[in-house]
């Protein structure tokens, strides 16, 4: 019997994170590889336990091994799962999967069922949340292979977000669990695929909150990958193109399209970098899009992560900042990071002693806000900009927005032209996240400082702790 074909692209078949041998990780697996371009009418897949013979295989996979033999026998391309399981374990369809560690590939010849192939992950260490109500926990997660787009990165640092809370803790809608979060990743390259032009072995290179998108609708060709029509695919909790989960950047190594991957300047320290990712793209592109420049009065409200970046960007750009915080126990740094006023909004006379004052406000905060309040400190035809996303909905008044002909705005990252125009502005400029850098297992408690606005002004995970 002849050798069946199958292409390298299964290796991109991976699957999800925490899987368990049952129905729904078999699904998922045929899922994955009947999306891969493979030259094939018709794709079986087996799965094979390493160690193991078929018979002792969860039921669900029974018919999958029948599939295998009715198409090799018809001399149809087979692909071939590989799940390494621990030859002492007693496989059931709660035994979890752990695919195997590192590179192999697996030849069987044609006569033992027409096997031909391997899946390539790897297997690295993380921290991830168990579920919405759990702490994150050490763990370990899988990579895809490194496809000829692909480079695989060795992280160094991952800033967290004040997203990352809001995901893992399912604020925004249900998040896929075990989830490992974190979409501010610095590192350095350590392998490149095969059709890799853009970025080398030894790069200094960041990946932000997203790691691909369709490349052909309107927004991805104006550069505005976040707004692509498809759907772009988050750096974690995102349905990657092979349809499993994204897991994010609370780990040692990520694989990601080359086109989703930035430079850091050299004059920007990785650590320092990480938050540019997420809190830098995140304000600098409304603050571009709305002119901050010479001129113009721009508010910051709150001094997190995200606020404490764009004061320095709004400054550096030109324009007179302002800090609106709850309090003024951080008014030193503001003006230190380049605020020209600081005010507390605790204080109600801060609402008339600033209304009609900006030309812009820059929303960062995480929480519900008195919109109108806000509204109310806009010039004529000033805008107020959201970025910051507290889940629930913020009614606010048409009048305030009439009689001024004033804008609600809202904007959401940046594209991967503007964020590498991002680093090589705040590298210019000298610009970085102020941060606090921690090990793996100080993440949770961090959580709480952040929740606390108690963070000066980014924790920044230290990844080397997660081995
Ligand atoms: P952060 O570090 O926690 O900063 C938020 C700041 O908001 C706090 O430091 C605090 O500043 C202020 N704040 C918190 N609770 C408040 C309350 N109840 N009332 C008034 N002010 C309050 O968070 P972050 O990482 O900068 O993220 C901020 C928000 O932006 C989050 O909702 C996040 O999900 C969102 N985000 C959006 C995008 C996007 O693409 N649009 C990207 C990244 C993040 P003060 O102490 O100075 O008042
Ligand atoms: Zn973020
Ligand atoms: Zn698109």
Known sequence: MAQRSVTTTVSQVVAPPGARLGGRLITSLVASAVLQPINATLISVALVPIGQSLGACAAEIAWLVTALYLASAVGQPVVGLFVDLPSTDRPSQDTPVRMSTGRWRREVSPDDRTIHCGVVLLTVHAYAAPSATEPLAKTTITRRDVGPHDVLIKIEYAGICHSDIHTVRSEWGEAHYPLAPGHEIAGVVVETGSAVTKHRVGDRVGVGCMVDSCGKCVSCRNGEEQYCLEGMVATYDGIDRDGTVTQGGYSTHVVVAEDFV????????????????????????PLRRHGAGPGKRVAVVGLGGLGHMAVQIAHAMGAEVTVLSQSLKKREDGLRLGADHYYATSDESTFETLAGSFDLVLNTVSAVLDIDRYLSLLAVGGTLAFVGAPAESLGFGVFPLLTNRRSLSGSMIGGIGQTQEMLDFCAEHGLGAEIEIISADRINEAYERVLASDVRYRFVIDTSTLD
């Not at 430079?263 to 304000?283: E, H, M, Q, S, Y």
């Open 262 to 285: 930035l430079k850091i300047p050299d004059g920007l320290d990785l650590a320092v970098a990480a938050p540019l990712l997420c809190a830098g793209i995140t304000t600098y592109t």
